[in-house]
């Protein structure tokens, strides 16, 4: 049996947009939006990832590693429901 997986996209044309919509495009734009895993500072030509956690906004840099700890992390989550007002993790 397989199971499935959603994930909204949010194309880069639409990004600061998206970001904005959801109240963190200063954030990013600052520099203050920092990877969830290697804790470094993420931008608008580094951000790979968002998504909901414990009511905040994370974010996800594109070094290899912090993809690969992003697929575990979401592996880990199967089966918990999505937020009703940010609905899965969008991959960028």
Avoid: W, Y
């Amino acid at each position: 049996m397989t199971t499935k997986s959603i994930i909204s996209a949010v194309h880069d044309d639409d990004l600061v947009h998206f970001l904005e919509g959801i109240g963190v495009l200063a954030e990013v734009k600052s520099g203050r939006a920092t990877c969830k895993f290697c804790r470094q500072s993420v931008d608008l030509n580094n951000l790979i990832a968002v998504f909901p956690e414990s009511g905040d906004i994370k974010f996800v840099c594109d070094r290899e590693g912090c993809l690969a700890d992003l697929a575990e992390h979401r592996s880990e989550l199967r089966g918990k429901e999505p937020t009703a007002d940010f609905p899965a993790s969008v991959a960028l």
